[in-house]
């Protein structure tokens, strides 16, 4: 008896088809999709990925960095936060195939194989205003979710060096909204690393009507954000660069004497021991 060929996912239909042509539900679900899908499955999408990538060899658009600052034709300027050179590298500017009518606006193009590219220059003007707005607040008053296991190690040199609270692995139900809960915490600024993954955290920030700061990535709609940040908030290492600059410019502002790691720190990539731990602790918290 011939074997049943696998069903495909809802999520892997949508992203064989050409992101243009997805309509207004469909990229809400692929969108969601790109973020919420459990880090078990990253080693599988990153092997299919690859069987792709060699496929499409020869086809794709796969820009060094020299190539990428001519095509994004963006000005090499003296005041930004960090050498174009070092956004590149950390591939803060790659998006998702799924982009929301809210980051339209910050996206340059479309590589050939759909994945969506912001533009570099926005991204840096995005985290000065980001710098800005955090350092209106203090400390004490401000909280970090990120459930996304890639961003734990940033988010937590972020806190020690900053002293904000921060919230990883699983945001405790209720801790801003429920008085009566004996770890309450009142503040009046969340960070948000994705809201898809952290949308908890969200929606408790929005009902007791406090501000919110978002790292968007195209798949993100920033709607309910008083300030967002735009960039890949998927990445370890464009996380790392996130939250590099965000902990600098808030210690510059606060006057925070702080021993900040180096950028280099910041963007290192994780070893495989250190990933394999992370993603049994995610299955452990999913039950799987």
Known sequence: MPRKKK???EAEVLEMKNPEELSEKEVEKLAEAESTTLEKDVEEKKKKLLEKIEKLKGKIDVADTEDLKEKVKVKKRTDMLIPLEEYVK?????????VTPTMKPFVYRRRADGLAI????????KLKEGIEYLSKFNPDEIAVVCKRPSGWRAVNMFSKITGIKVFTKKYP????????????FEN????????WLDKNALHDTLKVHKKIM???DTNNFSQGADKIIIGNNKS????????YLLARGYCKAKGIEADIPDLEWWTAEEDEPRVEEKVKKVEAEFGV
């Open 90 to 98: 950390t591939g803060i500017y790659l998006g998702t195939r799924a």
């Open 118 to 125: 912001f533009n570099t220059d926005i991204i840096d003007e």
């Open 214 to 216: 978002l790292i968007c």
């Open 173 to 184: 139900a209720g801790i801003l909204t429920n008085t009566t809960l004996p770890d309450f």
């Open 236 to 243: 370890s290492r464009s996380l790392g660069v996130i939250f």
């Open 7 to 9: 069903t495909e996912s």
């Open 188 to 195: 009046e600024l969340t960070v948000i690393a994705d809201s």
